[in-house]
């Protein structure tokens, strides 16, 4: 437990803890009911910390149902970033084949504060394009059997908020310090279908609002790579019957910062 010297950052590290646990909670209650799954697949959010003008930030994050996210920014100035996001799956198993593909990009601002600028608050929103081919299946005498496929490609528009914080507390393994770093995000998507067809029949299209609320905890390995872990829940705002907030975020991966401010100098 990291001592804290000011009541602000005590009441800093009490909400961080408390955030952990409740969206724990909520991401368990998610994945017990990601049976209802939907032709919707969030990608891990993009939470690159930027800090300087001339930074880059590249990652790759991978679920435990497959869905691999690849993200990427650039502080273009000291304070206005970039973000180009993508995502993809191909599962085939016995009763369900998913793929899955996603393309986003945005920008905003962010701005370090706090003693040596350890803290990072950061806006995005942006624009995203992606298509979804589900398939269910039934094993019969005569083989395997596809009962009702559906594909459908779809617009998103989102809104993200970042809150993270460098370097308040480590982790000694195997007779090593490692600093950690941590953060929250919430994402605010809009995602309506363009055109959805069920065996190859068109159907009336579906919109949704998702809000997908994430904590992520990264261990620094080199001042330039750490390895994330992201864990997270997903709410929809409206009762759809395709397009639901059946998955939730569960990831692990890895960051890449380069050029920007060193930690612990102003």
């Not at 930027?50 to 930074?55: K, N, P």
């Not at 304070?79 to 180009?84: E, K, S």
């Not at 872990?229 to 890895?254: E, H, I, M, P």
Request: charged content about 20%.
């Amino acid at each position: 437990m990291v001592f804290c010297t000011s009541l602000h950052f005590y009441l800093f590290c009490f909400a961080m803890k408390n955030i952990r646990y409740t969206l724990g909670l909520l991401a368990g209650f998610a994945w017990m009911l990601s049976g209802c799954s939907s032709v919707y697949l969030p990608n891990t959010p993009n939470t690159p910390m930027l800090s300087s003008q001339g930074e880059l930030s590249a990652g790759g994050h991978i679920t435990l149902k497959g869905n691999a996210s690849f993200n990427s920014a650039y502080a273009v100035t000291d304070h206005i970033g970039v973000i180009v996001n993508g995502a993809m799956m191909n599962s085939n198993r016995t009763k369900k084949d998913f793929r899955h593909n996603l393309l986003e990009a945005g920008g905003g601002y962010f701005t370090t504060f706090g003693k040596d600028g350890t803290r990072v608050l950061e806006i995005y929103t942006g624009i995203g394009r992606g298509s979804s081919d589900r398939t269910f299946k039934d094993k019969t005498a005569e083989g395997i059997v596809t009962k009702d496929r559906q594909e459908t490609t779809f617009n998103k528009y989102f809104l993200q908020v970042n809150y993270s914080s460098k370097n308040k507390k480590s982790l000694r393994l195997l007779g090593r310090t490692f600093p950690l770093n941590y953060g929250t995000a919430l994402r605010a998507s809009y995602v309506n279908m363009d055109e959805f067809t069920r065996n190859d029949v068109k159907q009336p299209g579906e919109d949704n609002i998702f809000l997908e609320p994430i904590f992520f905890t990264r261990m620094v390995l080199s001042p330039a790579v750490q390895l994330q872990y992201t864990t997270g829940s997903n709410f929809g705002l409206k009762n759809r019957k395709y397009l639901t907030a059946g998955n939730s975020v569960f990831s692990a991966g890895f960051v890449i910062n380069v050029g920007g401010k060193v930690q612990g100098k102003k």
